[in-house]
């Protein structure tokens, strides 16, 4: 369905249709400082609508666009204001006189390891992530973290241990890496996180049953005959059984 | 916070709310799910792949004759971004076992199925390692593993959904490997959504018949992927990772097996030759081409580039003439337009409804059914909210769900969903979401086998990219699912396979013929493929940017 209504460009590959991106006449524009040139860009902008409003064609610095990938790290200053902000440029609005600059890449640290060597305790930590004892508890990762996740505090239950803690608090991180580039215990908080989902998961979630004994009998073929059966059916067979079947 | 110009309809949606509640918790169907006669009326009238022009004929290669999306048609026909002539292919850059194309969920899936079967690879991606879709799916992973359920019924379930186009031998080995890779992506530390005694915890889907979404909260891509990445990241001696290196053009031998591909450094702009025993394509959809001009939720990557390498070495494309439209897009604000609004909210029992408050259509029709019945009650009915930007939409009443699951569901279990959101003072446990039909989902592509074998010796096709395991139109849960058992299957595959070929001599042979056949077709086009990038450059700015050429989207 066309729907006419500013959708975005369609690519530059199929040139059939008008380019819409252009701004309302009545837009309302702000001056934004990429890096510390100036543009005008509409207001409302997200930072990386901005970017592209401007002419740029991001390589590094967007994936998803949508918030669940993290490429797209961004800091910047207000004017007046002597704090340096963080956020993901999908999903941050742009300001007047904003000065932002995209981290292209952060310098990760990821230790290798074998996860069917390792143990859910905390000396994995002290063994892998041994920097995550500088922790000075300052939560300048918590204050940069986009997703507002309590960062600091799940590095303090790595400290402890509780792998549950530290799998529940880092959950919905991104790993777009803002609070191991402002940490000043150089610790990266995002890998350790990872490490104890991975840790959780592997031995510390509750097994099901279920699935081990649904497993068994796919490798005994107790649906073997079944799918012989469904595959060789015609489309109308098929569409009876599919039609006339039961609902949970 | 909604603008005051949309009050009056928001104040309608809570009037008939309460009344609405009612019907939910009565059990019956909130609204008479449609007929087949319906169904067909609907898709016919109002599904954008029903256009008269949503199709055209392609003129060259495999598929020559054929009805395809025209976008994909104009995709096909287009000129390579590489002078084959000028490439030394007797001394490759780079030599390994499997060369991956893509480096999301179905390439870290083959690259550490192979590695485990002691073949080296090489994962070529174009932007980071996991940026991807599979990193974006939220609502889940469809499995049949529990007791109510079986492999077969799921087997149905995905016929049904794909208006019974699929290919048998395909949807069998994703319904049969479907439990086995549950406890595969766990042993690797995947945390699934569970009951406290260790019991799945399990939705209903779109077209399903059992409850069988198995869940990460709603990240359950973003939670699968990264543990993926990790596991790959750990072996740094058996995969190597080329970031911002996508693969441009498929390399053959002189016996027409594939023998892998050039690489094109995005930064330094150098291309690269990688000889690899065998190759697997999983570069992922499509949805950054921006079909019919709709929005998206694909990620930036997404622009087909598999689908033309593999053509033009003579792959044949399955289906390339059905889109997938996914029924709920956001619409407001401006700045989330086209992103996605999980199935999972009307799983849960969020309901859609028209400016007045009112139901029009049952909630969980098949997708491309869905997605019909909102654009005929936005477009043909005139039933919508216009935005001041132009855009149209209906509402998809979430407080609902507060008051059918109990208060602080939203936040537990759509927490991905509140924060979108929640950043724009929108907060949706109170007020309901703006949305239309977006861009979704590549249900066809590269025609493969169960092991995942495409008609060239040698190259393989795992997740959005290959065409077959879900007809004309896939249920959702079965991409995430779709991506690990076809990956898995891709990489032990390959890792056998390279164990016995012997290649000859690579050459590029094949590019030549394509572009002689574009010149005897006719075909006049400064189209070049792969895209890799979208455009988004706004017109005055590309007036300004008189540069000598464009490579597709790069200058």
């Known amino acids: ?248 | 916070m909604y603008p005051e110009y949309m009050k009056p309809s928001l104040d309608k949606v809570a009037q008939t709310r309460a009344k609405r509640f009612e019907l939910a918790k009565s059990g019956k169907p909130v609204f008479p799910p449609m007929s087949a006669e319906e169904r067909e009326d609907v898709l016919q009238k109002f599904h954008p792949d029903y256009k008269p022009d949503a199709r055209r004929k392609v003129r060259v290669g495999p598929n020559k004759g054929e009805l395809l999306t025209a976008e994909v048609a104009d995709l096909l026909e287009s000129h390579s971004r590489i002078d084959p002539k000028k490439f030394d292919l007797s001394q490759p850059d780079y030599e390994t076992d499997i060369l991956i194309i893509g480096g999301g969920g179905g390439g870290c899936a083959a690259a550490i199925e192979a590695m485990r079967n002691g073949a080296k690879s090489i994962i070529s991606t174009k932007l980071r390692l996991g940026d991807a879709n599979s990193m974006m799916s939220q609502g889940g992973m469809q499995a049949a593993d529990m007791p109510q359920d079986s492999p077969t019924r799921h087997y149905l379930d995905a016929m049904g959904g794909g208006h019974f186009d699929n290919k048998p031998e395909l949807v069998r080995a994703l319904t049969e490997d479907g439990p086995k890779i549950v406890k595969w992506l766990e042993e690797l530390g995947v945390v699934w959504d569970k009951l406290p005694d260790g019991t799945m915890q399990v939705l209903h889907g779109g077209g399903t018949s059992r409850k069988r979404m198995h869940s990460c909260r709603d990240y359950t891509g973003a939670i699968i992927m990264r543990t993926l990445m990790d596991e790959v990241r750990n072996h740094p001696d058996m995969i190597e990772v080329l970031e911002f290196m996508p693969t441009v053009e498929l390399l053959l031998d002189e016996n027409g097996q594939c023998a892998g591909g050039i690489l094109y450094n995005m930064e330094t702009e150098e291309y690269f030759t990688v000889r690899a025993k065998a190759t697997i394509i999983a570069t992922g959809g499509f949805g950054r081409l921006h079909i019919r001009g709709f929005d998206t939720t694909n990620h930036y990557g997404a622009t087909g580039d598999g689908l033309i390498m593999a053509y033009r070495a003579g792959a044949n494309l399955l289906y390339m003439d059905s889109v997938q439209y996914h029924p709920t897009g956001a619409v407001y604000p401006e700045q989330i337009a086209g992103f996605l609004i999980t199935e999972k909210i009307r799983g849960a029992g969020g309901q859609p409804v028209n400016k007045d408050g009112e139901l029009f259509v049952f909630p969980r029709e098949p997708r491309d059914v869905e997605a019909a019945a909102i654009i005929r009650e936005c477009i043909g009915r005139k039933n919508g909210v216009t935005t001041q930007s132009g855009r149209v939409g209906i509402w998809l009443d979430s407080p609902l769900i507060e008051m059918l699951q109990g208060e602080g569901y939203i936040k537990k279990q759509f927490p991905a969903m509140f924060r979108q959101f929640n950043r724009y003072g929108i907060d949706i446990t109170k007020e309901p979401m703006l949305i239309f039909p977006t861009l979704h989902y590549q249900n066809g592509g590269i025609e493969i086998n169960d092991k995942a074998e495409t008609s060239i010796p040698g190259l393989y096709v795992a997740g959005e990219a290959s065409g077959g395991v879900h007809g004309r139109n896939r249920l959702m849960g079965n991409s995430v699912l779709d991506y690990n058992v076809f990956g898995r299957r891709a990489g032990f595959n390959a890792a056998n396979y390279v164990q016995k070929v012997k290649l000859g001599k690579l050459t590029l042979e094949h590019v030549l013929k394509y572009e002689q056949e574009l010149k005897e077709a006719g075909i006049e086009t400064d189209r070049i493929a792969p895209v890799l990038l979208p455009l988004y450059t706004p017109e005055a700015v590309r007036k300004r940017q008189l540069t000598a050429h464009y490579e597709g989207t790069l200058r």
């Not at chain 1, 610095?61 to 490429?71: K, L, P, S, T, V």
């Not at chain 1, 919905?172 to 995002?190: H, K, M």
């Not at chain 1, 497993?215 to 009876?240: C, F, G, N």
């Open chain 1, 1 to 248: 369905m066309k729907q006419d209504i500013g959708q975005r460009d369609s690519s530059p590959q199929t040139q059939k249709k008008p380019t819409k991106k252009t701004a309302e006449p009545d837009t309302e524009f702000v001056t934004v400082y990429i890096m510390g040139k100036a543009y005008k860009v509409p207001a409302g902008s997200t930072i990386m609508g901005a970017i592209e409003y401007a002419g740029y064609q991001i390589k590094r610095g967007a994936g998803c666009r949508e918030g669940f990938c993290g490429a797209c790290a961004t800091v910047y200053r207000l004017p007046g204001d002597f704090k340096i902000y963080t956020g993901l440029a999908c999903t941050t609005l742009v300001q007047d006189g904003m000065w932002l600059a995209q981290l292209p890449a952060i310098p990760p640290k990821k230790a290798i390891y074998d996860l069917e060597k390792l143990k859910p305790t905390v000396e994995t930590f002290q063994l892998l992530y041994p920097e995550i004892f500088r922790c000075v508890a300052c939560a300048t990762c918590t204050k940069a973290c986009p997703q507002d996740l309590e960062v600091m505090d799940y590095i303090q239950a790595a400290k402890r241990g509780d792998i549950e803690m530290v799998m529940d608090l880092s959950f919905d991180c991104l790993c777009c890496g803002l609070c191991a580039i402002r940490c000043p215990a150089e610790i990266v908080q995002f890998n350790v996180g990872l490490l104890a989902r991975r840790l959780y998961g592997r031995y510390l979630n509750k097994k099901s049953q279920h699935l081990e004994e649904r497993i068994k009998e796919i490798e005994e073929h107790k649906y073997d005959a079944e799918y012989e059966k469904l595959m060789k059916m015609s489309r109308e067979e098929l569409k009876k059984l599919y039609y006339e079947r039961d609902m949970e």
